[in-house]
DNA sequence: TCTGGGGTCCTAGGACCC
DNA sequence: TCTGGGGTCCTAGGACCC
């Protein structure tokens, strides 16, 4: 656990990156403000820009109190492939710097140095890394990125934050108690609300003070686990390493309704196509899986989840959709249901085996599917999924932030859309500030170019 | 028109086992 | 014939992170 004595943990988070990729790509964006999140009835914010957070809009924000902050934004879709490309260049931007590189999402990641090859870890050195990643990031894909370094995972994530926006800060090696201990409880990772106001009851409000109580009590107060963690966190401590391999432990996707359903056929269908999606990522993965877990969050918010483990892992779409709509078979729904979700866990790595499916396929070959007594009334239903889409969302075929282009006026993306109209701004990152024009929605001459709803 | 979607880790209680 | 003590697995829920 000894803290090393060289700044060489690195960390790099790009400034609020998926705002920042939009006002990129849309030069009339530039300087003005720009919120990123669900655009539907429950659409929350994912990524404000500088310009809007000084409305105090934030991410994890109802998208209808954003646009009460700040009418004039403008409101876009995620583009989430775009955000994909910025994020490759990054990474192997950083594993040019040492093979040891831990993502934590698509804008951050840690970077043990002392993995690579640096002959200077002084803070002098790490300074100069630091900077030259910065100008190397910029250069190719003229995002913005903050960069902090320290003795430790913890103090590197402070350091970025405080180097927020555009900036860098290395925390020498004997100084990181001067710079946590004023810091709110807050800044320290793992401390959210609900931690902070326990620890408010006992007076504490910065990292110094809480480096003033007791191990006990903090155990007492927060748990085993959290307890610990926090004391030493507190006092400086943590010798976690960066890992770069860590393997997922869980696969799930999740859907909120524009309204509360609740129709039980129709909860039914779309649990089975949230289970097929689940299964299809599992598949895709190479993994199996043990445990299906079903969330249910109901009218008034509150979160329900039943699991079920199998006695062996699976990759079967349809043995995990009967599992998961048997689940559902479990909660009360008369109430009205906003979100499903379906998960798997207990993932073990097994590459479709072939024992099994060599056992199975002799006695279920597409055709002889009598087995499975309760699907042959689903046939006429299970077919289409754009009329489920269409029973719980209404985002139509135009969204704001998304990609297009014509046929004679080229690229640009889509300022909004209504009455049978949809409205273009044609400009790219390469070019000035463009025109905008409208069209009829079914002009054939307008095609869009990304698939906005593909998710991380 | 309050409150997304993808994750991780932890806790507590019960079952079960030695 | 008045109550052990671990350990593991499973389920449900909660806190937290980006």
Not at 4 to 32: C, M, N, T, W, Y
Not at 68 to 91: E, G, I
Not at 188 to 203: E, F, K, Q, S
Request: net charge negative.
């Amino acid at each position: 656990m000894t803290t090393r004595s060289e700044p060489s943990i690195l960390h790099l988070d790009l400034d609020a990156f998926f705002a920042a990729v939009e006002q990129r790509d849309k030069p009339s964006l530039r300087g003005r403000p720009v919120i990123v999140g669900g655009l539907g009835p429950r659409g929350v914010v994912s990524t404000a820009s500088y310009e809007a957070r000084v409305f105090g809009v934030r991410s994890a924000m109802p998208m209808s109190e954003a646009r009460a902050r700040c009418r004039h934004a403008a409101f876009l879709a995620r583009r989430f492939d775009a955000y994909r490309k910025v994020s490759t260049v990054v990474m192997d931007q950083l594993r040019a710097l040492s093979p040891l590189v831990e993502p934590l999402s698509l804008d951050e990641a840690f970077v043990d140095l002392a993995a690579g090859e640096h002959p200077d870890l002084s803070p002098g050195g790490v300074r100069a890394v630091g900077e030259r990643l910065r100008t190397t990031i910029h250069a190719r894909t003229r995002i913005t990125a903050s960069v902090g370094a320290a003795s430790s995972k913890t103090l590197a994530k402070i350091a970025s934050e405080q180097a927020k926006p555009d900036g860098l800060m290395v925390i020498e090696p004997g100084t990181e108690l001067d710079v946590l201990h004023p810091l709110g409880v807050r800044a320290l990772p793992g401390v959210g609300p609900a931690t902070a106001a326990r620890v408010a009851r006992l007076g504490v409000r910065t990292v110094g003070d809480l480096a003033r109580i007791a191990e006990g009590e903090l155990v007492d107060l927060l748990g085993e686990a959290h307890g610990r963690s926090l004391f030493r966190l507190a006092h400086g401590l943590d010798g976690r390493a960066v890992s770069s391999d860590r393997a997922s432990k869980s696969i799930s996707v999740e859907d909120t309704f524009d309204r509360d359903i609740t129709d039980r056929a129709l909860l039914a269908g779309l649990t089975r196509r949230l289970a097929e999606k689940v299964a299809d990522r599992l598949v895709r993965s190479g993994h199996s899986a043990r445990t299906i877990t079903l969330k249910v969050r109901l009218h008034d918010f509150t979160t329900l989840s039943r699991s079920a483990t199998l006695p062996g892992p699976t990759d079967d779409a349809r043995s995990i959709s009967r599992l998961a709509v048997q689940l559902l078979d479990e909660v009360d729904t008369a109430g009205g249901i906003r979100l499903l979700g379906v998960g798997v866990s207990g993932l073990s790595d097994w590459v479709q085996d072939d024992l099994f499916s060599a056992a199975e396929g002799s006695e279920q070959p597409p055709t002889d599917d009598a087995d499975d007594a309760d699907e042959g009334d689903e046939g006429d239903e299970g077919d289409d999924a754009g009329d489920l889409d269409a029973a719980v969302h209404s985002a139509g075929r135009w969204v704001p932030g998304m990609d297009v282009v014509h046929a004679r006026l080229g690229p640009g993306w889509v300022w909004g859309s209504g009455l049978g109209r949809v409205t273009v701004r044609f400009e790219t990152a390469d070019t000035p500030p463009g025109p905008v024009r409208t069209f009829a929605a079914d002009d054939p001459e307008l095609s869009g170019v990304s698939h906005l709803q593909e998710a991380d």
